[in-house]
Nanobody, 124 residues
Framework: QVQLVESGGGLAQAGDSLTLSCAGSGGTFRLVGIGWFRQAVGKEREFVAATTWAGSTSFYADSVKGRFTIDRDNAKDTAYLQMSSLKPEDTGVYYC?????????????????WGQGTQVTVSS
């Protein structure tokens, strides 16, 4: 069983930067890629960013391109989401998830393993 634990969330003001971490255990070597999703109150969970463990390909939602960067440290089985120029609309619970098949990186239906999430709140 793959386990993922997010950390680094908190309160920020518009324009600030924040970095989230996702620590994996229990066989993350089986994952082809890792993704970040977020969910605001009353809204559907949406794709934010994803990358392969090999780092050959990365994907970003249009809403975060140029502001967010996904990275990973294979030796530590840890993924990161560096967020800059934060906006109030970035507020939500952020989840990291594992992709085993290497398909549908921007579609939450293709992810098999999920963390419990970390709250990010951005004030105006």
């Amino acid at each position: 069983q793959v386990q993922l634990v997010e950390s680094g969330g908190g309160l920020a003001q518009a324009g600030d930067s924040l970095t989230l971490s996702c620590a994996g255990s229990g066989g993350t070597f089986r994952l082809v890629g890792i993704g970040w999703f977020r969910q605001a109150v009353g809204k559907e969970r949406e794709f934010v960013a994803a990358t392969t463990w090999a780092g050959s390909t990365s994907f970003y939602a249009d809403s975060v391109k140029g502001r967010f960067t996904i990275d990973r440290d294979n030796a530590k089985d840890t993924a990161y989401l560096q967020m800059s120029s934060l906006k109030p609309e970035d507020t939500g619970v952020y989840y990291c998830a594992g992709n085993r098949l290497g398909l549908g990186f921007s579609d939450k239906k293709y992810y098999d393993d999920w963390g419990q999430g970390t709250q990010v709140t951005v004030s105006s």
